[in-house]
């Protein structure tokens, strides 16, 4: 399984950004695909997550500004920022995992293939 991440960049805050993550080596549709992220000196933490179904979830800190999406034709999920703000600041890794119950999409370690990561850096 390969997980191909890109889309960051550097943005002034209140400005956008879509990354998107290609996936390949497993039937994509089946499987949760989340976004995490992680700051310098930071642990890395859950931004969203789409499962299977295409229920989505979303942490509180981008509910509202960032949307997650999947298109399963080209094995491909998305996220598009808006609004980002400068503690947005982090490298973005996409992951994908089994179906996965909602307690969770959370946890970093219930999934098993993880992308390279891309740079996002929000100036102020």
């Known amino acids: 399984v390969q997980l191909q991440a890109s889309g960051g960049g550097v943005v002034q805050a209140g400005g956008s950004l879509r990354l998107s993550c290609a996936a390949s080596?497993?039937?994509?549709?089946?499987?949760?695909m989340g976004w995490f992220r992680q700051a310098p000196g930071k642990e890395r933490e859950f931004v969203a997550a789409?499962?299977?179904?295409?229920?989505?979830h979303y942490a509180d800190s981008v509910k509202g500004r960032f949307t997650i999406s999947r298109d399963n034709a080209k094995n491909t999920v998305y996220l598009q920022m808006n609004t980002l703000r400068p503690e947005d600041t982090a490298v973005y890794y996409c992951?994908?995992?089994?179906?996965?119950?909602?307690?969770?999409?959370?946890?970093?370690?219930?999934?098993?293939?993880w992308g390279q990561g891309t740079q996002v850096t929000v100036s102020s």
């Open positions: 789409i499962r299977s179904g295409g229920s989505t």
């Open positions: 080596g497993r039937t994509f549709s089946s499987y949760t």
């Open positions: 992951a994908t995992g089994p179906r996965l119950i909602i307690s969770m999409i959370r946890v970093p370690s219930m999934y098993d293939y």
